[in-house]
């Protein structure tokens, strides 16, 4: 059934070009044409519109009773402010508004700008003096080569320095902590300096277990090397303690390594140490100069929202997060952190064939009161956080404690509802992270009834898809989620901890993982789990996914209630194969009908005594022979507290496990004794045409 969705919005993507009003666009255009022409007239008299702002103007002028199209032609559209469409600019069901490529041609939209006015110094570094940001008037966080991420000067280049322990005075004479422990700490000797240049420039980013916070300096005592920062961590926890891995960035003397900038924001002065033979005239440097490329800004209070508008075809890339003055601390995912597409009031919406891309910021969210939201065949990749996001936090945040560094998200407002009925569908999401290293692939916060589906994701620090945003077992809005089809895969990278290739919270009746791969999944520390239910994950149906070389764990749950856990294959975790956290007097889940392969003897971790568990008919094997228990028992002692009394100690024949080929022989015990369901993996992934399909 999708793969006659996607046939029938190609058939409607053709038929856009039929459409009763039809306008093109140009970078060689000119906004008081028609746009009646898909090229200038040869007497300069009339031919297609010139930007999309003006495209969008235009359609403001032409009545709803029929489809509107813009058709781009290929090139770069650099815009001075982001795309805003309002319901003004909305279409209706018998008349959308349709942003198309031509076929064949790729648009871009940019909210970046051109660097070109370089001069060489004799150390070889390019510097460009910019004056609106002497100015105080522009600042970013992001800067792109040739289309590269380029970092900002580093220390260290590679890996992290420490700190060294709490600030003196982080604890009062009762004992009792003070801000100390939450705005500075103390570092060795060297790692920070008091003589840097423009020191209100440098961010000092610190690594948590599952995500960042990035503040600047705001003094430093010498004498007890300590630096104080202009936020407050919400880390209870782990505060500023010792080992408390961190970086320096913003910092002219780091720049020591090709492909590094430093921006000085009181001179206006952009410096770049070029990479081996880039040259001025051979290198694109575009800095981005806005939040957005796309924001579409609808009116859900006044039951006024942005319609039946379609987009084809379209890169949009450039779009920045900057710092706020009070630094930026995230909790969880880089939740503050906006979208280079961001919608809210917007329904019955597509991006098909999109591409999202070259920005410091999530790639796509659609954030509140959207529905009916089509994500289909793109592109969203090389980003300074995560890729897709749909929904918000809901209200929990304020019982966290969070705030709003960098305003990522408002309050929710009186009569504005969540998102939901959105679909992710044949999408490549990768490469994010940048700046923000906690990006998720897809987020799903507090939204239901939404579809992700057949999509690769790979190559974030962090998770790959997390579902929910409900810690503990209070009536959740996320539910009815369906995950299935997707390769996910290397992720962490050995930054983060506490992570799955999917992270699910909360009561979510009716949520489906089926038939996903997961692996590749390193954490730093402890946590790089295949499937994650965290706080409170309850009522969920995990069926016939592969999760291998996990670090921690192909199945880990934290807490959680009555979950079904069948058909799956876990696989060479080097750690636990298994795990289970907390334990409760109700039935924590189903574990029946899994292979579960495994070459260390590690087979479960964590916490089994109290038996409020249903583990059956599932077969394991360590490949290498190894002696292994059950959480200390033997099969023997295990079976006899009533767990696994109908499973199996055998080889699953598979065809070539080291090399993740898990299809079974037809006469392998789990099918022929247990009555496994071989899992089919062609259809895993994206698909479609040869350039398109999963890699």
């Not at 297609?48 to 403001?60: E, K």
């Not at 291998?548 to 959680?560: L, N, R, S, V, W």
Request: hydrophobic share 35%.
């Amino acid at each position: 059934m999708l793969r006659a969705t996607i046939i029938a919005v190609a058939v409607l993507s053709t038929a856009w070009a039929h459409a009763a009003a039809v306008l093109y666009v140009s970078p060689h255009g000119n906004d008081a044409w028609s746009g009646a022409f898909s090229e200038p007239l040869a007497d300069g008299s009339d031919g297609p519109l010139a930007t999309p702002h003006g495209a969008r103007d235009r359609v403001q002028g032409i009545g709803r009773a029929e489809p509107i199209t813009l058709l781009f032609r290929g090139g770069e559209y650099f815009m001075d402010a982001p795309l805003t469409l309002t319901p003004d600019d909305a279409g209706t069901r018998q008349a959308p508004v349709h942003y198309a490529a031509v076929d064949g041609e790729t648009p871009v939209f940019s909210v970046g700008r051109r660097i070109t006015n370089w001069e060489v110094g004799q150390d070889g570094r390019w510097i460009a003096h910019l004056p609106e940001v002497e100015a105080g008037d522009w600042r970013f966080s992001s800067l792109w080569v040739n289309g590269a991420f380029r970092r900002p000067a580093r220390y260290p280049n590679e890996g992290f320095v420490h700190t060294a322990g709490t600030a003196e005075g982080h604890r009062d004479a009762e004992g009792k902590l003070t801000d100390l422990a939450y705005t500075a700490f103390r570092f060795h000797d060297g790692d920070i300096r008091a003589d840097w240049h423009n020191r209100d420039d440098v961010i000092v980013v610190a690594i948590h277990s599952w995500d960042t916070t990035h503040f600047r300096i705001t003094d430093i005592d010498e004498e007890t090397n300590t630096v104080h920062l202009d936020g407050r961590t919400v880390w209870e926890y782990e505060r500023w303690g010792e080992k408390q891995r961190y970086y320096i960035e913003h910092c002219l003397e780091a720049l020591d390594s090709p492909g590094e900038w430093y921006l000085d924001r009181i001179s206006g002065h952009l410096h770049y140490a070029p990479m081996p033979g880039e040259t001025p005239d051979n290198t694109v440097v575009i800095a981005p100069a806005a939040k957005h490329v796309l924001h579409l800004e609808g009116d859900a209070a006044e039951g006024r929202f942005v319609e039946h508008v379609h987009f084809q075809g379209i890169s949009f890339r450039h779009a920045d997060h900057t710092l706020a003055p009070e630094g930026l601390t995230n909790q969880q995912a880089a939740w503050s952190v906006h979208g280079a597409v961001q919608a809210d009031g917007a329904r019955f919406v597509t991006l098909t064939g999109c591409e999202v891309t070259q920005s410091g910021t999530y790639g796509i969210w659609f954030r509140e009161d959207c529905e009916a939201i089509t994500i289909e065949r793109c592109r969203v990749h090389h980003l300074g956080a995560g890729g897709v996001r749909i929904g918000t936090m809901g209200d929990d945040a304020t019982s966290w404690g969070w705030h709003n560094p960098g305003g990522g998200q408002a309050p929710r407002q009186a009569g504005v509802g969540p998102t939901r009925r959105v679909t992710v569908h044949n999408s490549k999401i990768y490469d994010g992270g940048y700046v923000y290293p906690a990006g998720v692939g897809v987020w799903v916060g507090r939204s239901s009834y939404n579809t992700i589906t057949n999509n690769h994701i790979h190559d974030f620090y962090y998770t790959g898809i997390s579902i929910g945003w409900s810690w503990g077992y209070a009536p959740s809005s996320a539910h009815n989620n369906v995950i299935e089809y997707n390769l996910v895969h290397d992720l962490g990278k050995g930054i983060l901890s506490d992570m799955g290739g999917i992270y699910l919270l909360g009561d979510a009746p009716g949520t489906i993982v089926r038939h996903n791969i997961f692996h590749t999944i390193d954490s730093y520390y402890y946590g790089g789990w295949g499937i994650y239910p965290d706080e409170g994950s309850t009522h969920l149906l995990i069926e016939n996914n592969i999760a291998y070389d996990c670090k921690t764990g192909g199945f880990h749950q934290h807490y959680g209630k009555e979950n079904t856990v069948r058909n799956n294959i876990f696989a060479f975790s080097p750690n636990a194969q298994i795990m289970r956290t907390r334990e409760e007097e109700h039935l924590s889940f189903m574990i029946e009908r899994n292979i579960v392969l495994f070459d260390n003897g590690n087979l479960l971790g964590s916490n089994w005594s109290n038996d409020q568990f249903v583990m059956n008919r599932n077969l394991y094997w360590d490949s290498q022979g190894n002696d292994f228990s059950f959480a200390g028992a033997s099969f023997e002692e295990w079976q006899a507290r009533g767990h696994d009394t109908e499973s199996i100690i055998a080889d699953p024949m598979f065809t070539d496990p080291e090399a993740h080929d898990f299809s079974l022989h037809p006469d392998s015990p789990a099918i022929t004794e247990l009555g496994f369901q071989p899992i089919d993996t062609r259809n895993i992934g994206t698909y479609g045409d040869k350039e398109w399909g999963t890699e």
